[in-house]
């Protein structure tokens, strides 16, 4: 199990960072998101090979404009 933004996902264990996004409908190109896995943050760049851990935490933000 992977704990992503707090939500359990069962059977998703070494997925990558770029699948579990876009499981979740994050935005495909990335921009303006980051992501934290067990607390360290991932490059981008290596989305698309870092494959997440069974009992990981997966946090991802993105950033919002306004005033």
Known sequence: ????NG???DGRD???IA???????AAG???GVAVAVD???VPRGEWGSHAV????RV???GAVQGG
Not at 19 to 25: A, Q, T
């Open 1 to 4: 199990m992977i704990r992503v």
């Open 7 to 9: 939500r359990e996902l």
């Open 14 to 16: 070494g997925a990558t």
């Open 19 to 25: 699948e579990l996004l876009e499981e979740l409908g």
């Open 29 to 31: 190109d990335g921009r």
């Open 39 to 41: 607390g360290e943050v």
């Open 53 to 56: 851990p069974a009992g990981a």
């Open 59 to 61: 946090e991802a933000v």
